[in-house]
């Protein structure tokens, strides 16, 4: 019924390429796509920028892939943790690039570029330093920054189960920017815990449609 | 094909030339019967703007709930493997170029794919839109089904739209009874006539049009 | 747990004022709040701007609204259809304004009212008469068309059960405008076939959450 | 209150001053401790910007669940009525002016409400921002909840912010150890001092404060 494909996550992410941007989901550990970072790791694609809401932890996962000097960009909201010194280091030594974006236009990017929106007025960073080279408009009295789409190469977000069709369904606050993500990029490889059936998930409670949605990659949970 | 397509071969045809595994919107009125030569089971993914992907035929009988219909609000059924959305997220998915074809109806196409049919510009027609400009900038290909001449005998395809547009160089394919146009950045192909010989075809068109490459 | 209260209908809309903008859900009949549009012609409040996706059909609804002269425009997608008589017959002796907005564009205008977007860049339209009036701008090659937030003072909508805090859940393609129209009034009142109680409904399948729902409508089903 | 506010103090006094009926953002740091003294049960919906309203008390033991946490990562709980949605839908929430309070913690506060509570503004500090500028200018008033004085003495309640802002004029009340400050059209008003005078108080900052109207 659709396009979709169960992979192994070393197959889901085989297509990306140097320079791609990639997005990666996740909230701290809720929805990272642990499995399909490590199979990036071991892909080998470098010169990467990657959209994320953090910079990586501790000396896994994003770290990792930051270790290994993959990384050209990061474009996130907060990178600076107390386990970030991974990507601390490489900043200090401007190894690497950083654009700082206020998380809610960090999504609201990536929604825009998902559905097809040109640019967009936020009122989110008015009169701040992350306000700089941003064009500024009053509407109704209100000042407003336009802020322009992110999109990605591939996307690669975490989910509960998914069907063969695609269709996702989340587990609470997992969920966080896997919806956006899945929509914004080329391609989207979905890290599950479990493959369900066509017509196993409730249509009414299906979060994200096949239609975003490349590649399947089963994960013990 | 020994003549002019009637409106159930066009169907037929314009089916065909779906590839298995697209995501595909059916435009209200002579689109809608594509539907009924689509391997809904195993190929194509219907959407309808009004919220829905995994779309099945025209609901009957006990099959009918109100609350389950399509963009022209008759009532149809739920296939395996649908989901429901709100209409921004409908129009998200439309907007951001994820659905691959949207078939729709014309009043006229141009040979640049610009497309006219949402008002017929008689000065006391009431506007209505729809969807349809939506569609046309949206989607990534966007197929027109319609008969070639109007009823006054002009032709629908055209070098220039007079009617207001609905988009601009959005059209890719025409399916006509008597024959398919493709509208490509080197010109309208003709891949295939129906019951009318190629010449005669551009005779009557004040559009150019070529065979395909491989036929010249 | 919250403010949403459970009302009579003739209560929910009590607050209605004359000249207010009021959104009105559903698409066709799927959603389309009937008793609070009811309730709505008896309160009487007039000089009103409707924004729904049709003008009304037959005699009764929208169209009774209209036909009582209570309105002053209407904001829509597709005003004419078999059976819109009755704006048909206002709009042609010049006694209501319309305002034509390609479907999407009025989805993502509401959206946008209730996301806090000042406006945004959309491609739907662009070379049309549609467009008239509008600011174009050309990014990353593609032109599009700056539209504006559509807010409602108060939205009527239509959805399946609700519980006391408010949260929502829809049927089918019922959902249609309900969620975005929501989220972008002062005021929503939803109309229900069931008041169910805090708890029952899965967190995870909650379409509009209580926080956008000030009123709750019990109808029959 | 016959001396400072301890940190427990503070929360009980904020949640205090939070309406039945209100949706509200807690920011990570010391407004978490708000949770402690509010009616979650009956009274007021936690919102956390990671995806959901609803939101519990810290989690410990058997309900810790990775999959939910709130904005500082910390596993938290569900309550009955709550909802679960995603980033964007998250930020919308605020930034549409839904959620009626959201506390923060700041380095710097000015009379005019501007708020200073992401960047020290040292040349060789990493920048991060987080939610926090999306909930200064999304939510309808922002509660600060701070000390009054820095370690080296100075006054965090300003005249004028020198720390990077997150927010312009966006909060409408702060909360110390030794006053409640509302931050109003007609200046910055303290109804209630905490084991200081409110002359002493005036004394120690360089803004102008001004007692309650009815008291004046």
Redesign the interface.
Known sequence: MSRTRVSTAADAVAQIQDGDTVLVGGFGMAGMPVVLIDALIDHGATDLTIVSNNAGNGDTGLAALLAAGRVRKVICSFPRQSDSWVFDGLYRAGKIELEVVPQGNLAERMRAAGAGIGAFYSPTAVGTLLAEGKETRTIDGRDYLLEFPIRGDVALIGAHVGDRAGNLVYRRTARNFGPVMAAAATTTVAQVTRVAEVGELDPEAIVTPGIYVDHLVEVAS | MSGPLDRDEMARIVARDIPD?S?VNLGIGQPTKVADYLD????V?L????????MGPIATGDDV?????NAG?QPVT???????????D??????????DICIMGAFQVSARGDLANW?TGAP???????????LA??ARDVFVMMSLFAKDGTAKLVPECTY?????ACVSRVYTELAIFHLTADGVVVPETFGIEFDELAERLDVEIRRPPNRE
């Open positions: 595994g995501y809904l089971a195993g190929g993914v959407h309808t703007e009004n919220g829905m992907l995994g709930d109100p609350d389950l219909t609000k739920e296939l395996p493997g649908a989901a429901y959305f709100h209409h921004a409908s129009f998200a998915m439309m907007r951001g170029g994820h659905l008002h006391d027609a009431i506007p209505a839109v729809g969807g349809a400009m939506d900038t949206g207001p547009l609905t988009g601009l």
